[in-house]
């Protein structure tokens, strides 16, 4: 089946500064790629995806592409705020069922 | 506001309940999931249903069963709680057709507790 992974954190940032957040992952056929961010005390939410290779999803400041001959979908942005300290999760949905995998999380604190 | 919605945040329960997470959803969508999240583990998939009366088992299905007797509510059921259930579980949802292209709905999560 299908597998992600991502970085471990914790990744702790100053304000303004630059974010990446590795992603790799291991699938059969052509898998949509997506990041999910989960704020303090709350769900999942959508951040960004791409179904296909080369291309770019973005949302908030935040960019990933799909690079399938790296099999990755790194998550960056330029300039981080106090409010981007989240849990991220990459995940690729495909193969069997057709379902969402995860990877293990990336905890990101962003201090003033 | 479409969204999915489930009935605890918090519980605590003892070793050896029978402990119901209920959720539902409004968006008339097919597929719903049970995730569990633990650190350093991500979300691991414990069920899942494409249709009413139908599941399947996911990643961890061991001491978990579900019901889906309404399109819109999909539960889950630990049949004798114990401690290492203690996690936060969450649920999720979303449509089916157009191929991969569709993320889920996330509920808030049942922060479970057995003591």
């Known amino acids: 089946g299908n597998s992600v992974t991502q970085m471990e954190g914790p990744v702790t940032l100053s304000e303004e500064a630059f974010l990446t957040i590795n992603c790799t992952y291991t699938a059969t056929g052509y898998p949509s790629l997506f990041w999910y961010v989960q704020y303090p005390g709350e769900g999942l939410q959508l951040l960004l995806k791409?179904?296909?290779?080369?291309d770019k999803g973005s949302n908030k400041g935040f960019e990933a592409t799909y690079r399938k001959e790296t099999t990755s979908f790194h998550l960056e942005k330029g300039s981080v705020q106090v409010s981007d300290s989240a849990v991220y999760f990459c995940?690729?949905?495909?193969?069997?069922?057709?379902?969402?995998?995860f990877g293990g999380g990336t905890r990101v604190l962003v201090k003033p | 506001d479409v969204k999915v919605t489930q009935s605890s945040r918090y519980l605590v329960k003892r070793t050896g309940e029978k402990v119901f997470l209920e959720c539902v959803q409004d968006?008339?969508?097919?597929?719903m999931f049970w995730y569990r999240q633990d650190p350093g583990l991500g979300l691991r998939l414990i069920y899942f249903s494409y249709d009413v009366k139908m599941k399947e088992k996911g990643d961890i299905p061991e001491g978990y069963s579900v019901s889906r007797e309404k399109k819109e509510r999909f539960s889950l059921i630990l049949e004798s709680a114990s401690t290492n259930q203690t996690s936060m579980y969450l649920c999720?949802?979303?449509?089916?057709?157009?191929?991969?292209?569709?993320?889920?709905?996330f509920g808030s999560g049942t922060r479970l507790t057995v003591v």
């Open positions: 999720a949802s979303n449509k089916q057709g157009a191929r991969g292209n569709y993320g889920y709905t």
């Open positions: 968006m008339d969508h097919e597929n």
């Open positions: 995940a690729t949905r495909g193969g069997a069922g057709n379902k969402l995998t």
């Open positions: 791409a179904t296909k290779a080369d």
